[in-house]
């Protein structure tokens, strides 16, 4: 008989049925809160009527036009769109399909654009499972283990951890910018490196966020050495840490920013943005795909962003954050075995130590299971799979903030 494999480790034993704004319903008849949204991916809810309606209309009209043979409405609609919310100097758009090619297309831009070979990226950094991004993944050695060899050229630079080291985040970021200056004397060589790629927010990393001094540290080497700064918004973009863009916290402008996850409430695209001269300085043929911006993917894209500035859900997202971060703060205070708590906007983690103040996964894993039992699903990242995350659709109001947070005390 034939089966899934057993590389598929599911997070929850439920059998999601149908989907609606914040919660899922099971084969079993229960409704959950959707702590995951699909890996931060339905921003606007499960199935939001207007993102539901603009892929049925699409799928009527047109599914498929394939962009390097002709170009379609829904994919016209969406780069207007996009040019509404990016920073102006990144005025040109090339969509893909998942996080990990938008990854692998910005490390080609950035290559061919600079000419030099290698790539600076963060230690504890997720940008994806194929071979290239997973070169440049050091968020866990599952990532990486057993498929060597790797890509050449990456070189790993600290990312600003206080709690890890017990240090404030003035001193973890003296010392990951110092270590960024190091690696270019020891490394990789100004002229050899073609951009440093970085996360606003570390992701599976354990939901770390980056700070100004850290990330205009870096928009400062970048522009002193003359190497790109890359920006993996896959997970902090369309509006996740209550601004538009995570690096919108910063005050810092990337070469190319890296997009997906919440574009499309739920289909897959991707895409990266960077000035029209830096693209000139690859060719047609070099980046793409059979399936990139796919017509109904493109008409759901241009939806979600029309539901995100008409319910103002940066905005919620930034509100729901705060109340949500107060819940979970409180929840702490009551249990030692939750060190940490951080993150931006309605991205937050709870990591879960021991009582040396080491990573305690098993602890994380059985509240994650405990949270399903109390009708709330949750999942884990970090190194240690110590850090429960919480990553909300962003339509999340008062009452279901209320709702996961009082399943959560229950859980922990
Ligand atoms: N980059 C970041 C920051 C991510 O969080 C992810 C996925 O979680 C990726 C890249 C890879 O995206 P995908 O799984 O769509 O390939």
Partial sequence: MTALSPLLRQATPVVAERGEGP??????????????????VTSTGHCHPKVVAAAQE?????????????MHEPLRQLVAALGEVLPPKLDSLFFMNSGSE???????????GTGRPNVIV??????GR??????MTTSGTRFRAGFAPLMAGVHVTPFPTAFRYGWDEETATRFALKEFDYLLQ????????AAVIVEPVLGEGGYIPANTAFMQGLRERADRHGFLLVLDEVQTGVGRTGRFWGHDHFGVEPDILITAKGIASGF???????????????WPGSQGGTYGANAVACAAAVATLEVVREEKLVHNAEQMGQRLRAGLESVAADHPTIGDVRGLGLMLGSEFVDADGEPDGKTALRVQQAAVGEGLLLLLCGAANNVVRMIPALVVDENVIDEGLRAWRAAV
């Fill in 102 to 112: 938008a990854v692998e297309a910005a490390l080609r831009l950035a290559r061919m």
């Fill in 23 to 40: 919660y899922l319903f099971g084969a079993d008849g229960r409704r959950y809160l959707d702590f995951t949204a699909g890996i931060g």
């Fill in 130 to 135: 194929t071979v290239a991004a997973a070169s």
């Fill in 58 to 70: 699409q799928v009527g009209k047109l599914i498929h036009g394939q962009y390097t043979t002709v």
């Fill in 186 to 193: 020891t490394q990789t060589a100004p002229n050899d490196t």
């Fill in 122 to 127: 963060c230690q504890g950094g997720f940008h």
């Fill in 268 to 282: 897959p695209i991707s895409g990266i943005a960077a000035s029209e001269a830096l693209m000139r300085k690859a």
